[in-house]
């Protein structure tokens, strides 16, 4: 009987293996390998298919902030000849650091040329923090935007003498509502202090609190139509950072060298007639000339 039943099972299984076809080749074939059509949306409109890698009508991805574009070989060999050049040059006088710094300008807008000064300060004291401000003979080659907290007796003058924005009240609840930051130097009279105190959140990260030791509180026997000149012409403002470093622009790159050395010469001055009087040494450690797109050039005064 059990000799019955195998036969009748291996009788049976050719004809199951017939019904149930050909194993499929687990292989994908190229057919398979193509990206399906996505479904149509539910109120029957047909899904749009993804853009094809090399369509030029695919909208480009955008960069990503802070990260430059990447730099070409002939662009590299220029970097690295002018700051060879900057190195080789070693520490030298202003007048031949000016010339060579224009010698090395490559972009094709008008750059700004900074100086930046090392001094001998202990930044963690409080006492030997270095600000100020000083007109340069020459300007700093931009139009700068001054607004004037001043009361009404005085806000005509200041309009005279060329500021861009006089106001009093009212405009401290601009600033501080609307956040109103189109000026890039604020002045205010000493009356107007205790009410323009109340933007010391909003100014004060920005640079731009007026404070006496900057020159941008004018005392109120004080003209204040000579102060807005002065910053309209192109009056510095300078201070000492964490690192006991002083920054500022002095020109442009357009300017004469010897505007730029006459500049340079002022503000230098400037700084050291400023030294505190707990700093013991030297108080001017370097001095180093630089512009937008150039290297550092190291200056002996």
């Known amino acids: 009987m059990a000799k019955e039943n195998a ?22 074939t190229d057919a398979a390998a193509k990206p399906a059509t996505p479904p149509p949306a539910p109120d029957g409109t047909p899904a749009a298919s993804a853009p094809a890698a090399g369509d030029p009508n695919q909208p480009k991805k955008k960069k990503a902030a802070g990260v430059c574009p990447p730099r070409g070989k002939k662009l590299k060999k220029v970097i690295a000849a002018n700051a060879k ?12 650091a000016v010339a060579l710094l224009k010698s090395l300008k490559r972009s094709k807008f008008d750059e700004t040329v900074e100086i930046h000064i090392n001094t001998g300060i202990d930044p963690t004291q409080g006492d030997q923090m270095v600000r100020g401000a000083v007109p340069l003979p020459h300007g700093i080659g931009k139009a700068v935007r001054v607004a004037v907290f001043a009361p009404a007796d005085k806000q005509a003058a200041a309009k005279a003498a060329g500021a861009d924005v006089v106001g009093a009240a009212d405009l401290v609840e601009k600033v ?28 004060g990260p920005r640079g731009l609190m007026p404070t006496p030791k900057a020159g941008t509180v ?47 010469n002022v503000f230098v001055e400037a700084v050291r ?18 512009a937008t797109m150039c290297p550092g050039i190291r200056v002996s005064m």
Do not use: C
């Open 7 to 28: 036969a009748t099972q291996a009788a049976d299984q050719p004809q199951a293996e017939a019904k149930a076809g050909p194993v499929a080749d687990p292989k994908p």
């Open 85 to 96: 050049k900057a190195k080789d040059a070693g520490v030298i006088p202003l007048k031949q």
């Open 176 to 203: 501080q509502k609307e956040n109103f930051m189109d000026f890039d130097v604020a002045i205010t009279t000493q009356d107007m202090m205790p009410q323009v105190a109340r933007l010391g959140k909003v100014l």
């Open 218 to 264: 004018i005392p109120a026997n004080a003209d204040i139509a000579a102060a807005v000149k002065e910053f309209k012409a192109g009056k510095v403002e300078y201070r000492s950072d964490k690192t006991a470093q002083i920054h500022a622009g002095v020109g442009k790159m357009s300017f004469d060298e010897t505007k730029l050395v006459e500049n340079i």
């Open 273 to 290: 007639a400023a030294k505190p009087n707990g700093v013991k040494g030297n108080f001017i450690q370097g001095i180093v000339l630089s």
